[in-house]
């Protein structure tokens, strides 16, 4: 760690403590961001300790979406994104009024939202899931057709793995639509004894070519077993420090160094600092809202 890094973990521990405040990172973070967290995980897990915190404020280090599903779970709490920029484009890819108008013409489907979604597209779904629940979530439904969106590679991942009609929103994630099948052919043959584990986000060709596919909270524990020793990794470039961290001596390879999302990477210690001094910016959902998005989150909570 740098001097200069050193001083700003300083204050920003001794603040977080004066702020009853508890940080949490998603695993796409820089590595020094990381590296000050209470938790460090993936969507679900990091939902699921927003819901069961008890300090008074949350450092949100992760995207938009991430920090308003812990406003929508945590009302009384003061939730802080250090950069208010920090956004999803996948999530941005689905109006609640496009919403609204598609529930007209498939009245009879269930809406399944990916939690990479606006609250107020969440209030407009009946069921939320993430990338590591997304299959169980739609098989624990009674009816036998879905509308599943933003994502449409996570939507048909899911829809290749039950028997419901899956019916599919046209958006996606910029950063694994870099991750190529040509990328992975490679380096299968560079390194042949690798396992291959790719986030459902990517596309069906990718995913086809996988050994595993995982949120990245499932890629963690997949690295740990004794059984693998190289991963080829398809996703977002930011998991590798903390495999990397939990693994010394196996190989991670990122598919391609093309894979970051610079969402994720606005988010520095300087802001974390900042965030923490000026309390602000707070992120924060219209009451009405946030009462129906918070329907879709618990019931997604209540199955895993
Ligand atoms: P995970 O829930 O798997 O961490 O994924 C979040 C995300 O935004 C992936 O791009
Ligand atoms: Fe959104 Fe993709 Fe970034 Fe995840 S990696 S936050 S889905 S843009």
Redesign the pocket.
């Known amino acids: 760690m740098t001097d200069n890094n050193a001083v700003l973990v300083e204050r920003i521990l001794k603040l977080k403590k004066e702020r009853n405040a508890v940080i949490l990172v ?1 695993n ?1 973070q820089l590595g020094e961001v990381q590296d000050i967290a209470d938790f460090v995980g993936d969507s679900l897990g990091l939902s699921q300790n927003a819901a069961k915190t008890e300090a008074e404020v949350i450092v949100f280090c ?2 938009h ?2 920090a308003e599903t812990a406003a929508i779970l945590c009302p009384g709490m003061t939730v802080l994104l250090p950069d208010r920029h920090a ?5 941005n890819m689905i109006t609640a009024e496009q919403l609204r108008q598609k529930k007209k013409e498939l009245p009879q489907a269930t809406v399944v939202c990916y939690v ?1 979604s606006t609250a107020a597209v969440k209030a407009e779904s009946d069921i939320c899931c993430t990338s590591a629940n997304a299959v169980q979530v739609v098989e624990s439904l009674d009816n036998d057709e879905v509308l599943f969106v933003p ?1 449409q590679y996570l939507g048909h991942y899911v829809s290749t793995r039950t028997n419901k009609k899956v019916h599919l929103w046209p958006g996606y ?4 639509a870099r991750i190529l099948p040509q990328h992975i052919m490679q380096l299968k043959q560079e390194n042949p004894q690798a396992r291959v584990v790719v986030h459902p ?1 990517c596309r069906p060709d990718v995913i086809a070519l996988a050994d595993e596919v995982a949120s990245t909270g499932g890629m963690i524990r997949y690295a740990r077993r004794d059984d693998v020793q190289e991963m080829i990794v398809g ?2 470039i930011g998991i590798i420090h903390r495999l990397k961290k939990e693994n010394p001596g196996k190989k991670f390879i990122p598919v391609t160094e093309q ?1 970051v ?4 990477k606005l988010i520095t210690l300087e802001k974390v600092l900042w965030s923490l001094e000026e309390m602000r910016p707070v992120v924060k959902v219209p009451e009405a809202t946030r009462i129906k998005a918070k329907a879709a989150v618990d019931k997604m909570l209540a199955i895993v």
């Open positions: 998603h796409y992760g995207v979406f991430m956004g999803c484009p996948m999530a990479n994502d994630c910029p950063t694994h986000e996703t977002e894979a999302c610079p969402n994720m």
